[in-house]
């Protein structure tokens, strides 16, 4: 038995007959578990077009009732994820309190803008000119457009709808095909939140709908995460179209660890942030880089706790990791472990071999990996494996550790392990990253700052949520402003000067 997935337009779902549909697999047990309906560029078309018609009035919304409606959306997401949490594990296949971790991240950023009335004011200042008033007014888009990937099937969403919504915009979200149920049972909480008809639009699909989403200029921004070429093609497209975009892209995260480090504190680090996932998530750490005084110690102690962890089905008891997402992406992951062996690297832990509890042999299992003596042209070194593999590469020096994340065209997050506040402080002045850690292994920004990568990890210049999410989802007119003096009248074709 398969379930149909389709699209929810507003509060209703999608009653038509799907020209194209997917398949959605259980990864613990590579079983087809959905059919998932894929929306055609004219429905596409349709749901923005009623989506504008609903922005008016919600965009007229007073900021006292939109944030009525974010309060009650806070309270219903934090009562109902454990269900959100099931449906991720069912399609993602992560384990069950990774999920719920995702979608508490996600909460952050509906606190952060339940707090809408602060931070969309504007400024004003009094006889900028003689009895002339200036301010600032934050207005917003009208429709938008958010193109989600498979990790985080609810944390992304969550990083830009509550903004985009809090912000008078109506949504039209395209989630990633793989795990879309997530997004159809969160959009439901915002039905029961109050959010009048068609401000929040599910539409699911592939490139179709993508493509209808960048080209149609009723949609006024888009928010895209993925992987880079994609991040790419989306930045092009839809500023070519005239839209804003942001496009936050993929990722090859480096941990640097010093040889003053507490070296138990960053093998928990790497074990956790390399295999956390399975290694599918934007800021997982992936190229471990290790001064060779400390790499033999380090990689013992990452060794010993590997053979601690079990890898399973996601709801499994004592589970720690999940399979990957598809068959696809994992033949993708083991063919770079056969690729790190033949290219010359040693292969310390071995995860195309072992048992996982749970699932079955048909799940889309590979357990945890790990490479020693990696080097910078070895595709495992140079590619975003986004799996449970780590790799190792000795370095001389901080600096010669630095100069390897510099030179890396992925500029999403970083982190250095080490008890010298001086060299620490060094690191973050000097990294070319858009998030840095000290001592912490995945530097995820709280919802009030922003978050996003550099260099290829991003294309655009606005970082999610925080202050950038509401600027993004936003235009700031500014106003000039006089009542009428008769003492300033008369006629002057000259440009305005200020007196
Ligand atoms: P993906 O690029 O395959 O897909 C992302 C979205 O783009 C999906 O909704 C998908 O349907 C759509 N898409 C895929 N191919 C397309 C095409 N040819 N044309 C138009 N649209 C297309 O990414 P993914 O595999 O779902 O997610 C993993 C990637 O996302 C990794 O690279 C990861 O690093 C990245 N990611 C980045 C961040 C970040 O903050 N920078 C966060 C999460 C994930």
Redesign the pocket.
Known sequence: MTTRITHLIGHSSWEGTAERTSEVYNPATGEVTGTLDLASKALVDEVVAQAAEAAKEWGQTSIARRTRVLFAFRELLESRKGEIAKAIVAEHGKTYPDAVGEINRGLEVVEFACGIGHITKGGYSENVSTQIDAYSILQPLGVVGV??????PAM?PLWFVPVAVACGNAVVI?????DPTAVNLIADLWREAGLPDRVMNVVHG??EA??ALLDNPQVKSISF????P?AR??YERGVMAGKRVQA????KNHMLVLPDADLDLAADAAVNAGFGAAGER?MAISALLAVDSVADELIAKITERMAQLTTGEGNGEGVDMGPLVTKAHLDKVRGYVDAGVSEGAELVVDGRSGEWVGGTPDGFFLLPTLFDKVTPPMSIYTD?I?GPVLSVVRVGSYDEGLRLINDNPFG?GTTIFTNDGGAARRFQNEVQVGMVGINVPIPTPMAYYS?G?WKN??FGDTHAHGMEGVHFFTKTKAVTARWLDPSHGGLNLGFPQND
């Open positions: 193109i989600s990937p498979f990790n985080f992304v395209k989630p990633s095909e793989k592939d490139k993508v493509d995460v993925g992987s880079t994609i093609y989306v936050l892209g993929g990722a934007c975003e986004f999403n978050f990568g990890s991003l």
